[in-house]
């Protein structure tokens, strides 16, 4: 029969790093603990401080070797909430989450993601010429509403649909090009007098 995973008490999930120390100190009682120089149970860690809860899932620790060697970890079955300013002027840079290297994830497995502010920029820069992107990417939709809404490019603008495109403005629409070009897929078997059948193949690939 199967072992459930939480009530297997083998420690040799370290492998040939199975971590021993002697000088492991715990103080706690029904409510919580605090653990200095605690080992996981897979015994491949040591946590220079873990904090746990009643509630085994609500813990707190600081890892110091094995695969999560510098590692601060905060589990909560509940809320986790900070709040931080109050003493702290408008325009001040109050709350900052710097990662010097790597990516930095913030995944809501089973809900939304909101950003709410006064103002949100969105910056990507960089000397590279292949980074200082920003990238949006939708199963189903991406809509938008605002007053006004002001794109810019300096290289090139492209808007492409495999369905249906359209252009609207219910007041006005104003098209200016120093060169204006129309291509229809009338051009497939016989190219017109100007020219566009590379252009029409291109699109179609």
């Not at 040591?46 to 905060?74: A, N």
Request: proline content about 1%.
């Amino acid at each position: 029969m199967a072992t459930a995973g939480n009530t297997d008490n083998d420690r040799s999930g370290g492998g040939n790093n199975v971590k021993c120390n002697y000088t492991a100190i715990r103080y706690g009682n029904d409510h919580g603990s605090i653990a200095f120089g605690k080992i996981h149970k897979r015994a491949d860690v040591t946590s220079d401080i873990m904090l746990q809860g009643s509630d085994g899932e609500h813990c707190f620790w600081m890892d110091k070797d094995g695969p999560r060697k510098g590692w601060t970890s905060s589990i909560s079955p509940g809320n986790f909430q900070v709040e931080c300013g109050s003493n702290k002027e408008k325009d001040s840079d109050t709350c900052m989450i710097n990662a010097k290297n790597g990516n930095i994830d913030i995944i809501a497995s089973n809900g939304k993601i909101r950003l709410q502010a006064n103002d949100i920029e969105l910056v990507a820069f960089h000397g590279d010429t292949t980074k200082g992107n920003i990238k949006m990417v939708a199963s189903e939709s991406i809509s938008g509403e605002a007053k006004k809404i002001l794109l810019s490019s300096k290289m090139n603008t492209k808007i492409m649909s495999a369905g249906i495109t359209e252009v609207i403005g219910n007041s006005c629409l104003k098209l200016y090009g120093s060169i204006i070009g129309g291509v229809s897929d009338a051009v497939a078997l016989k190219d017109s007098k100007v020219g566009g059948q590379r252009y029409q193949t291109q699109q179609q690939g």
